[in-house]
């Protein structure tokens, strides 16, 4: 589990506006909704979705509780198969040579290996195993705070895209500029002069 580890990467997010009523059923909703399929997708190569944060390969949202005190504490899993090249170029190699001897040949053309290639991977796609990564994520809704166990980018855009269908709210990520936009006590003033600053460059 992200909490328990170690060491942590840590992404932090503002949640923008809030549900109208209810908040703790609205997740339940956009939880439920959005859970990552309990059956792997043979053909599908990256599959994401909610997962309850004590179950995560084991879904089930109505089993597991996602509130722990004043917080929100589930997880995102994305699924993604990936097929080494020298898999599929060893594949090619075998299916290549079945042509040939198929054929009478000695050589097959550009569009048939184009085709051996198209059904090597749809084989491997199929036969291929997904590999599960799990991230954390800590939601204290009422003072709109996020955590989300990654600073990778592939997750964070994952993150953001499907916790705005799930939940209609917008996550905006922390950083020094939307830090003093959407956390800090400054005056408008204040914020449009931090907005124009520049970095300066210093030359030895």
């Known amino acids: 589990m992200g909490f328990l580890s170690t060491t942590l990467s840590v992404s932090r997010y503002h949640i923008q506006n809030k549900f109208d009523n209810e908040p703790m059923e609205q997740v339940r909703k956009g939880l439920v909704k ?20 004590e179950s995560p390969y084991l879904p089930d949202f109505e089993k597991f509780s996602f509130v722990f005190g004043p917080y929100f504490l589930f997880s995102l899993r994305i699924d993604k198969k990936s097929i080494p090249a020298k898999l599929v170029q060893k594949q090619m190699a075998i ?3 079945k042509k040939k001897e198929k054929s009478g040949r ?8 184009s085709e051996i290639k198209e059904m090597v991977m749809d084989v491997l796609m199929h036969k291929m195993p997904s590999i599960p990564n799990v991230y954390d994520i800590l939601w204290n809704y009422e003072s709109a705070d996020l955590f989300l166990l990654t600073t990778q980018k592939a997750g964070n855009e994952f993150f953001e895209t499907i916790f705005l269908k799930s939940f209609n709210l917008k996550p905006i990520r922390i950083f020094p500029y939307t830090l003093v936009e959407t956390k800090s006590a400054f005056s408008s003033a204040q914020k449009d002069r931090i907005m124009t600053l520049t970095p300066l460059h210093h030359v030895r």
């Not at 959005?34 to 944060?53: D, Q, R, V």
């Open 106 to 113: 000695d050589f097959i053309s550009k569009n048939e290996k």
């Open 34 to 53: 959005h859970a990552i399929p309990k059956l792997e997708n043979e053909y599908e190569e990256i599959s994401a979705g909610w997962t309850p944060y």
């Open 95 to 97: 299916e290549i040579e």
